[in-house]
């Protein structure tokens, strides 16, 4: 995972409960329940100018394109349900990674 993810998904849990979505205990449960998942943050640096070109030829968010870059960079499947990473990633030969039930 990028170094973004870590805020990524906080941003998301206080996101769902500020509109109702989740309960405050519903939220730290996730969180603590994400904290348990075995996932390996990648440190090394991100380029500019991959991002840059990422985003742009496959019209994604820079942080998409994150993603999306480090499973190229790092040959890995990647896991996501936004539809338009799912079309770049098939573009670009990055499998999608299958999620337990």
């Known amino acids: ?3 973004l993810w870590l805020p990524e998904m906080a941003n998301l849990l206080l996101s769902a409960q500020r509109r109702r979505r989740i309960t405050a205990a519903k939220r730290r449960e996730l969180a603590e329940a994400a904290t348990a998942l075995r996932l390996q943050v ?9 991002l840059d070109t990422l985003a742009a030829e496959h019209a994604l968010s820079a942080y998409d394109a994150c993603y999306l870059e480090l499973a190229l960079r790092r040959r890995l499947p990647l896991a996501t349900l936004d539809k ?3 079309a770049a990633m098939q573009r670009c030969g990055v499998p999608a990674a299958t999620l337990p039930a």
């Open 1 to 3: 995972m990028p170094t």
């Open 42 to 50: 990648c440190h090394e640096p991100l380029k500019l100018l991959a």
């Open 84 to 86: 338009d990473l799912r």
